[in-house]
T-cell receptor
Framework: AQSVAQPEDQVNVAEGNPLTVKCTYS??????LFWYVQYPNRGLQFLLK??????LVKGSYGFEAEFNKSQTSFHLKKPSALVSDSALYFC???????????FGSGTQLTVLP | DSGVTQTPKHLITATGQRVTLRCSPR?????VYWYQQSLDQGLQFLIHYYNGEERAKGNILERFSAQQFPDLHSELNLSSLELGDSALYFCASSAPLAGAGNEQFFGPGTRLTVL
């Protein structure tokens, strides 16, 4: 079955340090990959997507992600983490006739001051 | 603010009861998706409507149903509620163009607690 995996339930990083949230995919064909962020008691917010083209995708709030076909990865990165980046991050891909999102299990990012 | 609205924000009810969750998509969006977020199941797709028609079903229980009305708002009906139905229910909408890769915009969710 097609899926995305987020191997880390929790990532801690110091403020000002670079952050990486990992995602690997097992999707046939050309995957459409997404990152969403969920703040406490809020809905999911779209960060960025990879559809085709440049492997480095830039998104909201200074986040970027690199699509790596050989490693089947789509890791989320930010050069300098902020305490306000602390949230739950989801990797997802589009699938099915409805083009619905299938999500990974989520990674809780904590940025320590 | 995504432009997607959901009511109510919180819902507390008893087992065996029936509830209705409401969603209004972003202006111009014809697609509405419903998702369930729970601790044990994570985020799961339930059902998709496009311009009033059901297009796809995911892991939706037979006790659950949905519809999309002519003004494009959608309702998710949950009946014979069980403790395990306690979860956060999200609605999302996406652009009307039939293109792959349109991002979905999520509402703030309805938190359902079944006692």
């Amino acid at each position: 079955a097609q899926s995305v995996a987020q191997p880390e339930d929790q990532v801690n990083v110091a403020e000002g340090n670079p952050l990486t949230v990992k995602c690997t995919y097992s999707v046939s064909g050309n995957p459409y990959l997404f990152w969403y962020v969920q703040y406490p008691n809020r809905g999911l917010q779209f960060l960025l997507k990879y559809i085709t083209g440049d492997n480095l995708v830039k998104g909201s709030y200074g986040f970027e992600a690199e699509f790596n076909k050989s490693q089947t990865s789509f890791h989320l990165k930010k050069p300098s983490a902020l305490v306000s980046d602390s949230a739950l991050y989801f990797c997802a891909f589009l699938t099915g006739s409805a083009r619905q999102l299938t999500f990974g299990s989520g990674t809780q990012l904590t940025v320590l001051p | 603010d995504s432009g997607v609205t959901q009511t109510p924000k919180h819902l507390i009810t008893a087992t065996g009861q029936r509830v209705t969750l409401r969603c209004s998509p972003r202006s111009g969006d014809l697609s509405v998706y419903w998702y369930q977020q729970s601790l044990d199941q994570g985020l799961q797709f339930l059902i998709h409507y496009y311009n009033g028609e059901e297009r796809a079903k995911g892991n939706i229980l037979e006790r659950f149903s949905a519809q999309q009305f002519p003004d494009l708002h959608s309702e998710l009906n949950l009946s014979s509620l069980e403790l395990g139905d306690s979860a956060l229910y999200f609605c999302a909408s996406s652009a009307p163009l039939a293109g792959a890769g349109n991002e979905q915009f999520f509402g703030p969710g309805t938190r359902l607690t079944v006692l």
